[in-house]
């Protein structure tokens, strides 16, 4: 299995910044695209970032568009999502996820691997 653990979550302020990251193991980091997924209380998870496995393509959810970035550092096997602006309603657990398709495309389900999430709450 491949194992994804994320970090950087906790409390902010509205207005404020967090910069989650996911380290991932294994050899064929290079070949996944990555994303990010989030949920809170009562709703649906939903995607919120993803990146290539080359990092030259990213989707992005409407609604952080302008206010998120994803990155991805292949030498150091890791994917980040820095998250600026954050709203009350960015409260949600963060999830990292691994996607093994080789396109070199961004997808919005269908990830292969997931992280255990991490607590990300913003304050009013």
């Known amino acids: 299995q491949v194992q994804l653990v994320e970090s950087g979550g906790g409390l902010v302020q509205a207005g404020g910044s967090l910069r989650l990251s996911c380290a991932a193991s294994?050899?064929?980091?290079?070949?996944?695209?990555m994303g990010w997924f989030r949920q809170a209380p009562g709703k649906e998870r939903e995607f919120v970032a993803g990146i290539s496995w080359s990092g030259g393509r990213t989707s992005y959810v409407d609604s952080v568009k302008g206010r998120f970035t994803i990155s991805r550092d292949n030498a150091k096997n890791t994917v980040y999502l820095q998250m600026n602006s954050l709203k009350p309603e960015d409260t949600a657990v963060y999830y990292c996820?691994?996607?093994?398709?080789?396109?070199?495309?961004?997808?919005?389900?269908?990830?292969?691997?997931w992280g255990q999430g991490t607590q990300v709450t913003v304050s009013s």
């Open positions: 996820a691994a996607d093994r398709n080789n396109l070199d495309i961004v997808r919005t389900k269908g990830y292969d691997y």
């Open positions: 294994g050899r064929t980091f290079t070949l996944y695209a």
